[in-house]
């Protein structure tokens, strides 16, 4: 497990992909679970392996095909990520972070993150699609920040700003779009933490009462990466199930798939507008 990815790692990853491909992107898109199926429309792909990258973090979830899909969408040059590295898979925050630093070597400044989220506005239900407004990083306040070690001061500041971690003019788009389509979408906070393990009642309830809308293993630490790199960033969380709040009902990753499949289409529409208006 390697904490700390140099620089010099990072662009070995970065060359060997720009070596494979003729085009240059211009967004980056980190697909989540059973949220695959929007790389499968990539036209003209170049299929790159995560397993084909010298010391590049390998997924190991069901439901994450593990590979770059570069190629065009809505005649926009885009690197999808169909299928993400997470924390509790035994991987240190530098590694589940690489594939970011390799879009930011690569000279991509655009980013679309996906993911499925427990909601925890109990307003929310599965099926629904939330607009990140911001985060809360919890896995980042107990000392597991992707930016810990030292600073790589060729991509971004030793302090980064984390003010408006999610771009305003990409969410008012992300609005637009979903008001044009007929797409209720939900927004709020989406708070990372650590994983496997589902959340208790408990968790569940202080989650609520710090402001949290969503719960999820993952999208904070990229994020965090992304703007410490000037990105510009877009989340979209699929409600993949309601809030356990009192203990009465069982969560399970299968639930997290099979509601993927009412969630794509939505976040789809959302996505292939927003390519189209860039």
Do not use: W
């Not at 059973?34 to 439901?63: E, K, R």
């Not at 970011?100 to 925890?120: D, F, S």
Request: hydrophobic share 40%.
């Amino acid at each position: 497990m390697q904490n700390y990815i140099s620089l010099p790692q990072i662009d070995e990853i970065a060359e060997k992909i720009r070596k494979k491909i003729s085009i240059q992107p211009i967004v980056g898109m980190i697909l989540g679970s059973g949220l695959n199926g929007l790389a499968d429309s990539v036209q003209n792909p170049t299929l790159i392996p995560y397993s084909d990258l010298p010391n590049f973090p390998v997924s190991t979830v069901h439901g994450h095909v593990g590979r770059f899909v570069i190629g065009m969408l809505e005649n926009k040059p885009v690197l999808v990520m169909q299928g993400r590295i997470h924390y509790y898979e035994g991987y240190s925050m530098g590694e589940v972070t690489l594939p970011v630093r390799v879009m930011q070597r690569l000279g991509i400044q655009n980013m679309i993150v996906t993911n499925a989220a427990g909601g925890v506005n109990p307003e929310f239900v599965p099926g629904d699609v939330m607009l990140i407004t911001d985060q809360l990083n919890l896995m980042g306040m107990s000392g597991l920040n992707p930016l810990m070690g030292p600073n790589l001061d060729e991509i971004g500041p030793r302090f980064p700003d984390m003010s408006q971690p999610y771009d305003k003019e990409y969410c008012e788009l992300a609005r637009k779009f979903a008001r044009e389509n007929g797409i209720t979408l939900r927004e709020g906070v989406y708070a990372g933490l650590s994983g496997p393990s589902f959340e208790s009642p408990a968790d569940l309830r202080f989650l609520k009462l710090a402001g949290a809308d969503a719960v999820g293993m993952s999208t904070v630490p990229e994020v965090i990466i992304a703007r410490h790199g000037n990105m510009r960033v877009l989340g979209l969380s699929g409600i993949s199930n309601k809030a356990n709040l009192d203990g009465s009902t069982i969560t399970t990753h299968e639930e997290v798939i099979e509601a993927g499949k009412v969630i794509t289409p939505k976040i789809e529409t959302i996505v292939r507008s927003i390519l189209q208006s860039l």
